[in-house]
């Protein structure tokens, strides 16, 4: 096991009817808040209005910051932090998936500041303030929630680049599966495979061969992800599913997976957030294509390790050798993936194998910033080309 | 699953040579502390040295309280109380094990108090406020360094009891598997018995038997716990398992497992306290005498989940009816127990069945403040008749 450290501060509450203790849970940082949130669903589904209603019962003063989409966008980051700057507001709140809490926290962390925003996407400058950030959760899938990380697509450079820091833990966290329940099955299924890649990228990259407390973690995760994910197709209303689920996703990203495992990294996540950046792809679809090509291509150099997670996940016999297991492994993944109605495929997407290189020239600028120095613009071309 | 808050703020420093951060840690909280420890190990080992220097570093005066035993007493909770009050003390450092960290917590807890600390423990009192805590870790044991509860023996009324309060998460607590390398065999047991007794309680008082992703969370951990102490057992230098058990035995204990589980109780705690209290008996060997009894007297009400933990725990095969394989995991366990060097019995612990009666009258008084109403006088001298 690698030195670590691990610090969570953020306060999670979970359950039925908990999203009315927004108000006060917030009330606690601030009196002039953003409200953060995505397109018409929490409208519709009248969490807007309970959400209005408890900020307002505990005396916190809203300014609404709708309309964030799926890969939040860099310019509607810059519109909630000139929100914030012009009504001198004290906190974010967001209300939605990952896609919300990671625009919540990059408005959040650009509002105190003297530098651009996207300065710290690109390893510019370093945080050093943020505003304290509430959330209610509507999506099992990114972990933000609970987590210290964030995800913005600059629009203008079609980067799709991440950062992250301490201040960023949001203070309360509050999880009601229910809210989960009007998901539809696309999403719910693109929601699984988030999870189960955050797991897999830490799994797969550590160097250390002795975290049997990690693997074991880790490898029940995936499990849970797989059962609560059936569970949520087969029944949108299973509570016990939603919360599995749900509960899986947070703990899949919250710092205690990677704790112990030394130096990991997002490969896969990497050539993603290229097929998100340049065709706004859904995260969770485009990791259901890139987690089996990349599982192949590495095929080669690591079987021991998939063909451990196969037994592991989909109980595969314990006597036939690591190759063919880990390819056993790779196309069980890949039909859970499509059973649960992901693409798994770029044709899928209806990307074309033509875009291969332009694709793999956007993976590697994030490469660069990310130190993957081992990823080269022919070897991401090789991975998608398993992927097409 | 149940609804459920989780906020665990402790931050966990992990790995080799990570004690000579204690003095910075500390500073940030404060420049006058109590340093609480037990007996001459921490000064034969260096590691006393290594803090007060460490300390003195980050100027941090230090007024020491060596002197903590396995079990520990309230008087010694209140010599410390008086020497806080008295030195007009900001915080206290911890190096040691459950023992000491439980001291150090109930003398931040009782430091700041109008009333007497015990009031805390009886329920007389609620906490209303504490100093800060950081912690040097050197027993895989009882999980205090990262959690709010503590335990303390008042010697006078002969009543070993518990009282937790979030203001008791230590601040920073520093754990170098390194410094446990010289704990001797049978505490080394005695604590993995602890941490697995810790999960146990959770996973089999829970009502709910809808939690899949923490009962993958809990099987995984004991099957760790009893890995990574065969292996400190055949070799006390060996990190990985030192530091695995180590690990292990912090999230035993630290809130997750029990989250979303609803109401859980420690019944196995509340009998093995009167041995403690009574006998001096360390901890984790009372639970070793006291799991498999209690598991057997549980045998007839619910042999479908001892069952199920006997097939994930020591894979015992899927076909056989749950009764049968229910007391064979209590027999597994309980040989692993033995195999380990702790004691399984009452006899091994010199206890005389004669003295069931006081035992158990003693654990009524916890079982009453605990409000376990379900357990009598009678029932509880079952359970022991059982461990004699």
């Not at 009315?20 to 808040?33: D, L, M, Q, S």
């Not at 704790?259 to 259901?288: C, D, K, R, W």
């Amino acid at each position: 096991m690698q030195n670590f450290v691990f610090y969570n501060p953020t306060k999670i509450i979970f359950g039925r009817n908990t999203v009315p203790r927004i108000g006060k849970e917030t009330a606690a940082f601030a009196t002039r808040v953003l409200l953060v949130y995505g397109q018409a669903s929490s409208k519709k589904s009248g969490l807007h209005g309970q959400v209005m209603a408890s900020l307002a019962q505990a005396g916190v003063t809203v300014v609404e910051h709708g309309g964030v989409c799926s890969n939040p966008l860099l310019a509607h980051v810059r519109e909630g932090i000139a929100k914030v700057q012009q009504e001198d507001l004290q906190a974010i709140v967001a209300m939605g998936g990952g896609s919300v809490i990671d625009t919540a926290k990059a408005i959040a962390a650009g509002s105190p500041a003297d530098c651009d925003v996207w300065d710290y996407f690109v390893g510019k400058q370093l945080i050093t303030a943020a505003l304290p950030i509430t959330t209610v959760l509507t999506l099992a899938a990114a972990g933000s929630e609970m987590n210290s990380g964030m995800v913005i697509t600059n629009e203008a450079t079609q980067e799709k680049f991440a950062a992250s820091h301490p201040l960023l833990y949001p203070k309360v966290s509050i999880l009601d599966p229910e809210q989960t329940f009007t998901v539809p099955p696309t999403y719910t299924a693109y929601g699984a495979v988030d999870a189960i890649a955050h797991v897999l990228e830490f799994y797969m990259t550590t160097r250390d061969v002795d975290v049997p407390v990690q693997r074991d973690l880790m490898e029940g995760l995936i499990r849970n992800v797989m059962q609560s994910c059936a569970r949520c197709l087969a029944d949108p209303c299973d509570y016990g599913g939603r919360a599995a689920l749900m509960w899986t996703a947070t703990l899949a990203l919250n710092g205690l997976t990677g704790a112990g495992l030394g130096q990991t990294a997002f490969p896969m996540h990497m050539i993603e957030h290229s097929l998100s950046a340049l065709y706004n792809v859904p995260h969770g679809a485009g990791l259901a294509v890139v987690v089996p090509a990349w599982l192949r291509w590495q095929l080669g150099q690591d079987p021991a390790r998939i063909a451990y997670l196969g037994r592991m996940i989909f109980s595969l016999p314990e006597q036939a050798a690591d190759a063919e297991t880990a390819e056993l492994t790779i196309q069980a993944l890949r039909s859970w993936f499509r059973k649960t109605g992901n693409p798994v495929s770029l044709t899928e997407l209806n990307i074309p194998a033509s875009d291969i290189p332009r694709i793999a020239a956007n993976a590697l600028a994030l490469a660069r910033v990310w130190r993957l120095n081992q990823y080269t613009q022919e070897n991401i071309e090789e991975i998608l080309t398993l992927a097409s």
